[in-house]
């Protein structure tokens, strides 16, 4: 049974870093509290840096609040929050720019840090998002999706330029069906870790290669 989100702010409280407590105080005082024991945290995420904190949420009972937040931690406060629908999945760029939210609706959700525009929505699939990775050059996204598909997508625009399609459909007894999808160091490999077990290596070289013409 998941923890709602209340439980876990309360839990990192005792978290060894500093900041982390500090982000869980602040978060408990101002996310919506007739909210925090309704909704579950499905992912957080520190940026590169560490000085921001995204946190994503199952859809809450609570039509109008949010399911994605980014905290401040050098401020101690939320920097903005946004999205409906829950936020299955999250990604930073490597340099901190972007911070990409993956939906239970199969959309991603890009926004820039230190802006306060709004969020571009990139429509990828009906196939709801079980992981996402940033290219180390910030231009492309891998998603990985429920119908064990894995997109990649140019940014920030979401042009469409591979999908990867699954050798055997999903196994109902793995309903999460992917577990993590990652780039290596370079961006030469992408790596596919389904949760039956199976571990899937592309290669990405092209992305690269296509950045030098």
Not at 127 to 144: C, D, E, I, K, W
Not at 147 to 158: A, I, M, N, S
């Amino acid at each position: 049974m998941s923890m709602s989100l209340r439980d876990q702010l309360l839990q990192a409280l005792d978290h060894a870093d500093l900041r982390v407590q500090r982000a869980a105080l602040v978060l408990l005082d101002q996310y919506p509290h007739n909210a925090l024991a309704a909704t579950a945290a499905i992912d957080r995420l520190f940026s590169p840096d560490a000085n921001l904190l995204a946190i994503g949420l199952a859809k809450p009972t609570d039509e109008a609040a949010d399911t994605v937040w980014i905290h401040d931690l050098r401020a101690e406060s939320t920097q903005r929050s946004f999205g409906r629908s829950a936020a299955t999945s999250l990604g930073w760029s490597a340099d901190g720019r972007w911070c990409a939210a993956g939906l239970d609706d199969g959309s991603v959700l890009l926004t820039e840090t230190g802006t306060y525009s709004e969020p571009q929505r990139i429509v990828l699939s009906t196939s709801p998002v079980a992981s996402l990775a940033f290219h180390p050059s910030g231009l492309f996204l891998a998603t990985a999706h429920l119908d064990k598909r894995v997109l990649l997508t140019k940014l920030p625009k979401g042009e469409p330029v591979f999908t990867f399609e699954p050798t055997l459909p999903p196994v109902p007894f793995f309903p999460r069906v992917i577990e993590r999808v990652a780039f290596d160091g370079a961006g030469g490999r992408l790596a596919v870790d389904y949760a039956d077990g199976d571990i899937r290596i592309w290669d990405s070289s092209t992305l690269g290669k296509s950045l030098t013409k």
